[in-house]
């Protein structure tokens, strides 16, 4: 990596510290580098003891502060489901309310959290679940992201935990729980939400993020009779948000694109914002290193596409 890529890195992460009111050691620990190496880093100096800092350590600190090094051929654009996201996150955590955004595979759910915790790095908590999920790991997985160094377990572990969020909100932290992919959640992991989102009530937001199937999912475990699920469901109903379908003409994305046939073409055959992604991001780097505009027979040729 050559050194102005690294000047350029350093000069970020000193804006990034300046803007978000985080100390060095902070951002270090995020990005999980050595914080000896960014005191040397940060004088322009990227040797450590006769030693040269390697390129790894830039990288990782690039992604903690959000800093792309490589071209992005992707382009932002404020859909009208990332706005209904982030508008939904911004007001759970200003008025402290539980939310649900319920919204189709593919809509930028993910991609909409990504950017709120870029650009709200303290106290933002992130949970990715899936179908495996127990109590226990839910429990786990809240000590690592907190930072908690303790050994308690289960029912104690989650008044550890529900005291240290209360702890930090009082500091004005503000913190938010924001569960992630929550449709893969089974019965242990919803029971294992709830839990949590009880010792929190009123002092932490708790947001969930899925598709509409884990509506579906909750509904069904209210009607099997499980306990205090008509309580959880009714205050997450009260803030549900139900995101827009997803235009496929892809109009927010297509300005980019100059072939109207390939528009087209895109329109047709991606089913929503990921698949766009996949294809567009692929089909422009190959254009730009052949030098050549991106065409509608360009694409069909990498993917094999014989007919319209």
């Given amino acids: 990596m050559e050194n102005s890529i690294k000047d350029r890195i350093m000069s970020a992460a000193d804006d990034y510290l300046r803007m978000n009111g985080l100390t060095a050691a902070e951002l270090c620990r995020r990005a999980g580098v050595s914080a000896s190496y960014y005191s040397v880093a940060a004088k322009g100096k990227y ?5 040269e800092i390697k390129d790894v350590f830039f990288r990782k600190l690039a992604s903690a502060i959000g800093m792309r090094l490589e071209t992005s051929y992707w382009q932002h654009a404020d859909t009208t489901q990332y706005v209904q996201i982030v508008n939904t996150l911004d007001e759970a955590r200003e008025r402290c309310e539980a939310r649900m955004v319920l ?13 709120f915790c870029g650009a709200n790095p303290v ?15 839910v429990l786990a997985e809240l000590v690592k992201l907190l930072r908690i160094d303790t050994k308690a377990k289960n029912g104690s572990l989650l008044r550890v935990i529900c005291e240290t969020l209360r702890e930090r909100a009082m500091r004005g932290e503000r913190p938010i729980l924001i569960f992630d992919e929550v449709e893969n959640l089974k019965r242990t992991g919803i029971k294992a939400i709830k839990a949590v989102y009880d010792g929190v009530r009123y002092v932490v937001p708790v947001v969930l993020v899925g598709t509409p199937e884990f509506a579906v999912a909750l509904q069904n475990l209210k009607n099997k009779g499980v306990k205090g699920m008509a309580q959880f469901i009714r205050r997450f109903k009260a803030g549900q948000t139900a995101l827009a379908p997803i235009d496929r003409r892809y109009l927010d994305f297509m300005e980019q694109i100059k072939d109207e046939e390939l528009r087209q073409l895109l329109s047709r055959i991606a089913d929503n914002y990921g698949e766009l992604h996949d294809y567009l991001e692929r089909a422009m780097r190959e254009a730009d290193e052949q030098g050549e505009p991106l065409t509608v027979e360009l694409f069909k040729e990498m993917y094999n596409i014989k007919t319209a």
């Fill in 47 to 51: 040797t450590y003891q006769d030693t």
């Fill in 103 to 115: 919204g189709e595979t593919g809509c930028g759910k993910t991609y909409a959290i990504d950017r």
């Fill in 123 to 137: 106290g933002v908590y992130r949970i990715t679940v899936n179908d495996c999920d127990t109590l226990r790991d």
